[in-house]
Antibody, heavy 116, light 108 residues
């Protein structure tokens, strides 16, 4: 069974940093692209970033490019999102997402709150 | 980037009625890369349909998906009380993955 478990969220001040993790199991992690998606309170779903299976290719939404860095450790079956220079508008639930055999799988999400 | 437009924004219906939700793409989407989700407050999105018409595991058969190209539809044949929620479509042809703005199905 595919499982994704996010962690690392919390309260951080504007300008601060946070690193999210997504632990994966139930599939061959090292062979799939993986995505981060976020959902601000009361709003819709927004794609944030993705990374290729080998970690060599990455892509970012304009709103986070230059501030967020996606990475992965295939030996640990773990995806990361390093978030720097955080802003109030980055407040959201962050989800990791993988497409396995054409079907999407999501984690349960981790809440990031940026506030002073 | 493929833009997905969902309509209507809000659908007011009674239990037992049929709900028809639309998702229109700004360019053609491979049917195998279109999904529908249900979301309730405080919960993660719940996958209903993937590949435009394949029901996810455990999803009741009152939920069905159809469509191709740029026009896709989620139909709930007879609304149950637990079906009142927000529904999103998603395309995953290639990055960036994009989502529609959502349709809220509310009790009339």
């Amino acid at each position: 069974e595919v499982q994704l478990v996010e962690s690392g969220g919390g309260l951080v001040q504007p300008g601060g940093s946070l690193r999210l993790s997504c632990a994966a199991s139930g599939f061959t992690f090292s062979t799939y692209w993986i995505h981060w998606v976020r959902q601000p309170p009361g709003e819709g779903l927004v794609w944030v970033s993705c990374i290729s299976s080998d970690g060599r290719s990455t892509s970012y939404a304009d709103s986070v490019r230059g501030r967020f860095t996606i990475s992965r450790d295939n030996a640990r079956n773990t995806l990361y999102l390093q978030m720097n220079s955080l802003r109030a508008e980055d407040t959201a639930v962050y989800y990791c997402l993988v497409f396995n055999s054409g079907q999407p799988y999501w984690g349960q999400g981790t809440l990031v709150t940026v506030s002073s | 980037e493929i833009v997905l437009t969902q309509s209507p924004g809000t659908l007011s219906l009674s239990p037992g009625e049929r709900a028809t939700l639309s998702c229109r793409a700004s360019q053609s989407v491979s049917s195998s890369k279109l999904a529908w989700y249900q979301q309730k407050p405080g919960q993660a999105p719940r996958l209903l349909i993937y590949g435009a018409s394949s029901r996810a595991t455990g999803i009741p058969d009152r939920f069905s998906g159809s469509g191709s190209g740029t026009d896709f539809t989620l139909t709930i044949s007879r609304l149950e009380p637990e079906d009142f929620a927000v529904y999103y479509c998603q395309q995953y042809v290639s990055p960036p993955v994009t989502f529609g703005g959502g349709t809220k199905v509310e009790i009339k």
